[in-house]
Nanobody, 127 residues
Framework: QVQLVESGGGLVQAGGSLRLSCAAS????????MGWFRQVPGKDREFVSA????????SYADPVKGRFTISRDNAKNTVYLQMNSLKPEDTAVYYC????????????????????WGRGTQVTVSS
């Protein structure tokens, strides 16, 4: 059974930074791509960023390009999301998820391409 646990969320002023972590347990973490998504009440969950199993390929949604950086440490079974220059519109619950299937070179922004999800961590950016 795979478990994903997010941490690092909190309250920050606009322009500030946060680093989210997602710790994974279970089957071989290093063989799977990972993604970050976010959701605000009343809206669909949306793609934020993804990283391939090797870490060699990263993808970002347009609203976060140039501000967010995804990375992974396979020795620690952890994926990170460094968020800089935060804006009030970044306020959401952030979820990490594991890509379906091992050793896939490409990233995906589609929710249905991810099979395991964490419970989320709240990020609130005040203006």
């Amino acid at each position: 059974q795979v478990q994903l646990v997010e941490s690092g969320g909190g309250l920050v002023q606009a322009g500030g930074s946060l680093r989210l972590s997602c710790a994974a347990s279970g089957r071989i973490f290093s063989n799977y791509g990972m993604g970050w998504f976010r959701q605000v009440p009343g809206k669909d969950r949306e793609f934020v960023s993804a990283i391939s199993w090797s870490g060699g390929r990263t993808s970002y949604a347009d609203p976060v390009k140039g501000r967010f950086t995804i990375s992974r440490d396979n020795a620690k079974n952890t994926v990170y999301l460094q968020m800089n220059s935060l804006k009030p519109e970044d306020t959401a619950v952030y979820y990490c998820a594991r890509r379906k299937g091992p050793l896939i070179a490409t990233n995906s922004p589609a929710l249905y391409d991810y099979d395991y999800w964490g419970r989320g961590t709240q990020v609130t950016v005040s203006s």
